[in-house]
Nanobody
Framework: VQLQASGGGLVQAGGSLRLSCAAS????????MGWFRQAPGKEREFVAG????????DYADSVKGRFTISRGNAKNTVYLQMNSLKPEDTAVYYC???????????????????WGQGTQVTVSS
């Protein structure tokens, strides 16, 4: 599956952004989906994940209560709604697809099979 992330940009602290990730090439509903981020000089980290059918989600502690992941299988798209953004949320955000897990969410970066190109999110203080 090919993934195309979009929606990043520059926003002030406390603001909101909505990231989108469009998938093509394979049956989207066969994949659990995840969002990861990588800040300069840091390792890529898990942000949020959603199961194939959308019934299960998981979040990093740092974004719980502020970010919401969702998916529209009819549109082959996964979303990340980011509210109450903080400067420490600044990073390149990547979407990823996991074919292996059934019914659950994978938080491990190494288990994701396919990656999008990333979209920059910058939060100013």
């Amino acid at each position: 599956v090919q993934l195309q992330a979009s929606g990043g940009g520059l926003v002030q602290a406390g603001g909101s952004l909505r990231l989108s990730c469009a998938a093509s090439g394979r049956t989207f509903s066969n994949y659990a989906m995840g969002w990861f981020r990588q800040a300069p000089g840091k390792e890529r980290e898990f942000v949020a994940g959603i199961s194939r059918g959308g019934g299960n989600t998981d979040y990093a502690d740092s974004v719980k209560g502020r970010f919401t992941i969702s998916r529209g299988n009819a549109k082959n798209t996964v979303y990340l709604q980011m509210n109450s953004l903080k400067p420490e949320d600044t990073a390149v955000y990547y979407c990823a697809a996991d074919l292996g897990v059934v019914g659950g969410v994978t938080t491990s970066l190494s288990l994701y099979d396919n990656w999008g190109q990333g979209t920059q999110v910058t939060v100013s203080s």
